[in-house]
């Protein structure tokens, strides 16, 4: 897995600014419609840090529950509540919700995520692996077979 150690930005003709250096592994990056940074990765607190980037960057807030699925309350348990790890991706629509997608372990599978402004959880997918690819058996095209998991698929 590749991270960043920074984030950079530049102006508009390619000069150097301002660099936020406080997040640990800074994987995805959006900017919502306030005009903040919004930061993932593989940060130690599993959340989305967001940053007033009107100046010279400075953390404003976080999106997600500190340390994540692990850290939780009821730890590893998925309920309504943004329990983010390994944040790989952050996108943000035209009403500023947040799209998060995230791998929950090595083996384990991803899981993209939809949540209003106010954090609230509106969808939530699993994948079933996330580094392998799966086949389907040309015996009978129902059945996927991946690393480490066997789908039925009913094409109905």
Not at 69 to 94: C, E, M, N, P, Y
Request: charged residues 20%; contains cysteine.
């Amino acid at each position: 897995m590749w991270w960043g150690e920074k984030i950079r930005s530049f102006s508009p003709d390619g000069t150097p600014g301002p660099e936020i250096t406080d997040f640990e592994k800074p994987l995805s990056v959006a900017v919502n419609h306030r005009g903040q940074l919004l930061v993932g990765g593989l940060n130690e607190h599993s959340q989305v840090w967001v940053y007033d980037i009107s100046g010279t960057p400075t953390k404003a807030g976080t999106f997600g529950t500190e340390m994540g699925i692990f850290g939780a309350k009821t730890a590893g348990v998925f309920t309504d509540s943004a329990k983010l790890h390994w944040i790989r991706s952050i996108a943000v629509d035209a009403e500023d919700s947040i799209y998060t997608g995230c791998c929950y372990g090595t083996f384990w599978g991803g899981c993209v995520e939809k949540w209003d402004p106010s954090g609230t959880l509106r969808w939530r997918v699993f994948a079933g692996t996330s580094i392998d690819s799966a086949g389907i058996d040309p015996d009978n095209e129902s059945e996927v077979y991946s690393k480490y998991h066997h789908y039925s698929l009913d094409y109905s």
